[in-house]
């Protein structure tokens, strides 16, 4: 991932979590599933001590990332993505529909 604050941790489930560390400690997640051509983001968290830093749209950015790579779709269920996807429309036609 080209933020390496940014890790991804999946279960044999397909279900995990975008966390973003500073210090050894947990600021921000993205919660998600995996499916066999999708991902799905339910949940994006920063915790105070990372608000203002712009690690909502870090953890975006590596779902983005990630999708690509993979040639997932991004389903959005959380509605932070959800208006990340709708602003870049174009840029992210790719990885999502705009439905």
Known sequence: MANEKISLLLKENGSGKFSIKESDEEI??????????NITAYHTEVLPAGEGKGW???LFKALVEYARENKLHITPLCPF???QLKRGKEEYK???SGD
Request: aromatic residues 10%.
């Open 56 to 58: 909502g749209k870090e």
């Open 28 to 37: 921000g997640f993205m919660e998600v599933g995996l499916g066999d051509q």
């Open 81 to 83: 993505v959800h208006a």
């Open 94 to 96: 790719d990885v999502w």
